[in-house]
């Protein structure tokens, strides 16, 4: 599975950006569909994901309320929807995808074996 994310860019503190990440075959009957983040100086850290098997979607406490990850089983997309942005959600966005990811490991980077290229978002204050 190849993984393409997009959308990032540069957004003021209290703006909205999209994300897409398109993936080369269809997923939502096998993986789970998830985001996670890198900004300078830090590792990387888990956003939200999207499980194959209903729909259930988990987000890390940082971006709840905020952000919406929805998911477009014909196209093939999983999308990120970043509301009330802040300055500290400046990062590169990457999309992953994984199988057989027992509930326990959702949030580890190390579970997932597809990734994208990384996205850039930065947000101004």
């Known amino acids: 599975v190849q993984l393409q994310a997009s959308g990032g860019g540069l957004a003021q503190a209290g703006g909205s950006l999209r994300l897409s990440c398109a993936a080369s075959?269809?997923?939502?009957?096998?993986?789970?569909m998830a985001w996670f983040r890198q900004a300078p100086g830090k590792e990387r850290e888990f956003v939200v994901v999207?499980?194959?098997?209903?729909?259930?979607?988990y987000y890390a406490d940082s971006v709840k309320d905020r952000f919406i990850i929805s998911r477009d089983a014909a196209k093939n997309t999983v999308n990120l929807q970043m509301n009330s942005l802040k300055p500290e959600d400046t990062a590169v966005y990457y999309c992953?995808?994984?199988?057989?990811?027992?509930?326990?490991?959702?949030?580890?980077?190390?579970?997932?074996?597809?990734w994208g290229q990384g996205t850039l978002v930065t947000v101004s204050s």
């Open positions: 992953a995808a994984g199988s057989s990811i027992i509930f326990s490991n959702l949030r580890s980077a190390d579970a997932y074996h597809y």
């Open positions: 075959e269809r997923t939502s009957s096998r993986f789970d």
């Open positions: 999207f499980r194959w098997s209903g729909g259930y979607t």
